[in-house]
T-cell receptor, first 116, second 110 residues
Framework: GEEVAQTPKHLVRGEGQKAKLYCAPI?????VFWYQQVLKNEFKFLIS????????ETGMPKERFSAKCLPNSPCSLEIQATKLEDSAVYFC??????????????FGPGTRLTVT | DAKTTQPPSMDCAEGRAANLPCNHS???????VYWYRQIHSQGPQYIIH???NNETNEMASLIITEDRKSSTLILPHATLRDTAVYYC???????????FGTGTRLQVTL
């Protein structure tokens, strides 16, 4: 499609439960990024993929967070044993090389995770 | 990626030009200046980017100083729908992550 799709829009989990978020990138885009926005203005990069391969995972918390991008499936971000501080909006973005060095990222609408 | 500095907030009257400044004094020769905005709690929206020449598209113009240490995003005729947080980001133009700062909250008023 022409837009990045994210599901679900909202997700509520009790502390300790698992949360799984999904992202369908724009058709033809080979790069996928996950960002976490905890407070209004603070974005934190988590992980990126080139097709199904991890491209950059420098922002990924090692213990409870995992992510995958498998062929012919939406990408996913999974949080095992959620904590209160995981409450945030999680944004997915996709990009593709467009010539002249342009790699602008297109963002989805986000998934709001609330951990209670 | 180089750090950027933006004013925390600005006001603009509807119909007037909004000029949003950004300082990036430590920018490297191969780093581009990108602008994104976030309207309310939506996903960030790409606006424009440039290396050293001024750029214009259907949304905005980007003016980069000759020494590349600062730039200005210009919305030529601001509308209420342009009320948003605007982020100036410098990055090498690869498939690398975006590093967002705190941005400028632009309030467009009647």
């Amino acid at each position: 499609g022409e837009e990045v799709a994210q599901t679900p829009k909202h997700l509520v989990r009790g502390e300790g439960q698992k949360a799984k978020l999904y992202c369908a990138p724009i058709k033809g885009h080979s790069y996928v990024f996950w960002y976490q926005q905890v407070l209004k203005n603070e974005f934190k990069f988590l992980i990126s993929f080139q097709n199904e391969n991890v491209f950059d995972e420098t922002g990924m918390p090692k213990e409870r967070f995992s992510a995958k991008c498998l062929p012919n499936s939406p990408c996913s971000l999974e949080i095992q044993a959620t904590k209160l501080e995981d409450s945030a909006v999680y944004f997915c973005a996709s990009s593709q090389f467009r010539g002249q060095g342009a790699y602008e990222q297109y963002f989805g609408p986000g998934t709001r995770l609330t951990v209670t | 990626d180089a750090k950027t500095t933006q004013p925390p907030s600005m006001d603009c009257a509807e119909g007037r030009a909004a000029n949003l400044p950004c300082n990036h004094s430590t920018i490297s020769g191969n780093e581009y200046v990108y602008w994104y905005r976030q309207i309310h709690s939506q996903g960030p929206q790409y606006i424009i980017h440039g290396l050293k020449n001024n750029e214009t598209n259907e949304m905005a113009s980007l003016i980069i100083t000759e020494d590349r240490k600062s730039s200005t995003l210009i919305l030529p005729h601001a509308t209420l729908r342009d009320t948003a947080v605007y982020y100036c980001i410098v990055r090498v133009d690869t498939a690398s992550k975006l590093t967002f700062g705190t941005g400028t909250r632009l309030q467009v008023t009647l």
